[in-house]
């Protein structure tokens, strides 16, 4: 069993920057990958950052060369670093761990960009 608890999120304004944290407990060993995602109201969860235990890293889109996904294997912890953000940037962004066999989910916290 695997347990992901995110923290970071908030208010800011646009332009701004947050910092989203991952911290995983539990059997994390021999994991495929750990990401983020975000769902907005009225739209379906989408992928924003991956990263693969070989340490590649994937970004959607719209958020290139303004979100940055690291890990901290010392720490079991996954952090989204977001800069420029905007308003369409908002959602809530969940915290996601893949296995060969299964997915984990966090609570999501909530990330809000007013113009």
């Known amino acids: 069993q695997v347990q992901l608890v995110e923290s970071g999120g908030g208010l800011v304004q646009a332009g701004g920057s947050l910092r989203l944290s991952c911290a995983a407990s539990?059997?994390?060993?021999?994991?495929?990958?750990m990401g983020w995602f975000r769902q907005a109201p009225g739209k379906q969860r989408e992928l924003v950052a991956i990263?693969?235990?070989?340490?590649?890293?994937n970004y959607t889109d719209s958020v290139k060369g303004r979100f940055t996904i690291s890990g901290d294997s010392a720490k079991n912890t996954v952090n989204l670093q977001m800069n420029s953000l905007k308003p369409e940037d908002t959602a809530v962004y969940y915290c996601?761990?893949?296995?060969?066999?299964?997915?984990?989910w966090g609570q999501g916290t909530q990330v809000t960009v007013s113009s």
């Open positions: 996601n761990a893949n296995f060969p066999s299964s997915d984990y």
């Open positions: 539990g059997s994390i060993f021999r994991f495929n990958a």
């Open positions: 990263i693969t235990s070989g340490g590649s890293r």
